[in-house]
């Protein structure tokens, strides 16, 4: 990925940010089970097919914990960052909602949306103690969705036990 000042995912190799990134053990066998029930409560809550909890480094995003994914992507893998949506939420450092993708020119031709059927994303971000955005949490729907404030404080919360598990996997 090119690291000029026209590169919009160029942010995300920040030596600061991935520094963060790569204190925690993100590949912990235990981690990935918190992640889940994570998900799934906020997938439940908010009756949504997909949530997720992922990281995006400087070229992929990593799932670190799901609902609802199974057969969906390789798990281990992940995205390439420029397809994943919660790129966008890292991006912005704030709550990123599509509404429909399929009719919004900025997610239109994105490979993800065409081969996995999704629609809509509510997403925010992961901040950690430092104040660096790590990732997200959100909910994805194979239908066209407004996501409303409360859906957002549903995903809050999920955000915030989330970097509280992290904690338990982050190097002194």
Not at 127 to 133: A, E, K, L, Q, Y
């Given at each position: 990925m090119a690291q000029h000042g026209t590169d919009p995912y160029a942010r995300l190799a920040e030596p600061a940010r991935m520094s963060r990134l790569a204190q925690y053990d993100l590949f912990h066998p235990g981690l990935k089970a918190r992640m889940d029930i994570v998900a799934a409560r906020s997938a439940e809550r908010l009756d949504?097919?997909?949530?997720?909890?992922?990281?995006?480094?400087?070229?992929?995003?990593f799932i670190l914990g799901g609902h609802g994914t199974s057969g969906w992507v390789p798990e281990p893998l992940g995205t390439p960052a420029e397809w994943a949506l919660c790129t966008h939420t890292v991006l912005a450092g704030e709550p990123y909602c599509i509404i429909d993708g399929t009719a919004d020119p900025a997610h239109a031709g994105n490979p993800l949306l065409e081969l996995t059927g999704i629609r809509s994303y509510g997403g925010v971000p992961l901040?950690?103690?430092?104040?660096?955005?790590l990732g997200a949490h959100c909910v994805i729907d194979l239908s066209p969705r407004t996501f409303t404030e409360r859906d957002l404080a549903v995903l809050r919360e999920g955000a915030e036990e989330t970097m509280r598990i992290l904690a338990d996997y982050r190097a002194a």
């Open positions: 949504a097919p997909v949530s997720l909890v992922s990281v995006i480094s400087d070229r992929s995003q901040v950690d103690p430092s104040g660096h955005t």
